[in-house]
């Protein structure tokens, strides 16, 4: 049972960065990083392999974001720079199936409580 624990988030101006980190115990075939806003639907953000590190990003933070992993650690971070007020959210990392490449959160599993991003104006 893979259980993510979220950190790094906080209060950042627009065009900042943060970092987020996600301990996670146990294995799975990939780790990925998911944001809710107030009222709107949790979606996905990036995802990264743990065999062979390949990544996938949503077309709303490429070349913004950046996801890795440290395989020693079994932690994932999500590298965020120039950040804008759309980004705040809740981010989420979550374990991922075997199709966890399709971005869709059907296909990932045990979630993490999350962590709060906010991004001032």
């Known amino acids: 049972q893979v259980q993510p624990v979220e950190s790094g988030g906080g209060l950042v101006q627009a065009g900042g960065s943060l970092r987020l980190s996600c301990a996670a115990s146990g294995r799975s075939f990939a780790m990925g990083w998911f944001r809710q806003a107030p009222g709107k639907e949790r979606e996905f953000v990036a995802g990264?392999?743990?065999?062979?590190?390949?990544?996938y990003y949503a077309e709303f933070v490429k070349g913004r974001f950046t996801i890795s992993r440290d395989n020693a650690k079994n932690t994932v971070y999500l590298q965020m720079n120039s950040l804008k007020p759309e980004d705040t959210a809740v981010y989420y990392c979550?374990?991922?199936?075997?199709?966890?490449?399709?971005?869709?959160?059907?296909?990932?599993?045990?979630w993490g409580q999350g962590t709060q991003v906010t991004v001032s104006s």
């Open positions: 979550a374990a991922g199936g075997r199709s966890w490449y399709l971005m869709d959160k059907g296909n990932f599993f045990s």
């Open positions: 990264i392999s743990w065999s062979d590190g390949s990544t």
